[in-house]
C-alpha cells in the first residue's frame, strides 16, 4: 500500500503564491508518476500537472506559465509550486501516484481571494 500525505495549502490573495508538498510512503516502485488533480466545488476533478520519475512533466493549459511541479526522488516527495494565483485557482487539490494503480491523498484546500 501507498499512503501519500499532502501539506502547504491555505489561503492567499490573487496574485500570490503557494507551495503544495506530498510525502509518499509505503510500498513504493521506484518507477512511477506523481502529480496533482484538483476539484473545485460543483465541479469535476481536473488535471492540473505530473511529473514522472524520468522527470518529465505535464501541465494542464490553465496552469501553465505560472504553477511548476517537481519532485525529490530520494524523499519520495512531490512539490507544486504555484505562483500568480488566481481565484479560479481555489480548490482542493489532490496529490497522486500512478504505478498499475492511482494511489491519492486526503487533499489539502487552497483558497485564492481578497
Known amino acids: 500500500q501507498v499512503q501519500l500525505v499532502e501539506s502547504g495549502g491555505g489561503l492567499v490573495q490573487p496574485g500570490g503564491s503557494l507551495r503544495l508538498s506530498c510525502a509518499a510512503s509505503?510500498?513504493?516502485?521506484?518507477?512511477?508518476?506523481m502529480g496533482w488533480y484538483r476539484q473545485a466545488p460543483g465541479k469535476e476533478r481536473e488535471f492540473v500537472a505530473s511529473?514522472?520519475?524520468?522527470?518529465?512533466?505535464y501541465y494542464a493549459d490553465s496552469v501553465k506559465g505560472r504553477f511548476t511541479i517537481s519532485r525529490d526522488k530520494a524523499k519520495n516527495t512531490v512539490y507544486l509550486q504555484m505562483n500568480s494565483l488566481k481565484p479560479e485557482d481555489t480548490a482542493v487539490y489532490y496529490c497522486?501516484?500512478?504505478?498499475?494503480?492511482?494511489?491519492w491523498g486526503q487533499g489539502t484546500q487552497v483558497t485564492v481571494s481578497s
Open positions: 497522486y501516484m500512478f504505478y498499475r494503480s492511482y494511489y
Open positions: 511529473v514522472s520519475s524520468g522527470g518529465s512533466t
Open positions: 509505503g510500498s513504493i516502485f521506484s518507477i512511477n508518476t
